[in-house]
Nanobody, 117 residues
């Protein structure tokens, strides 16, 4: 089992940047995929970015070139650098981790990101 705690959300103006961080309660060395999903009001949760155990990455088309995901196995964290933010990026962002052995997925409690002038 693993607990995930997100931080770094908030209010930012369009064109601004935010950095989200997610800390895990245990070593992430044996965690396969870690990443970020988001859910806007009235919409389904959607993938933003994911990073594998060997640091391969996958991004949703709507964030390519703007967001960068990274993981630090020594600190048990995964981060999301969000640049050139748009109002449509407004959502609750959730950290996700998938255990390598069982394939079971875990979610954080979410952090609100609001992009507005």
């Amino acid at each position: 089992q693993v607990q995930l705690v997100e931080s770094g959300g908030g209010l930012v103006q369009p064109g601004g940047s935010l950095r989200l961080s997610c800390g895990a309660s245990r070593s992430i060395v044996n965690i396969n995929r870690m990443g970020w999903y988001r859910q806007a009001p009235g919409k389904e949760r959607e993938l933003v970015a994911i990073v594998g155990s060997r640091r391969s990455t996958n991004y949703a088309d709507f964030v390519k070139g703007r967001f960068i995901i990274s993981r630090d196995n020594a600190k048990n964290t995964v981060s999301l650098q969000m640049n050139t933010l748009k109002p449509e990026d407004t959502a609750v962002y959730y950290c996700y981790a998938e255990l390598a052995v069982t394939g079971r997925g875990y979610w954080g409690q979410g952090t609100q990101v609001t992009v507005s002038s």
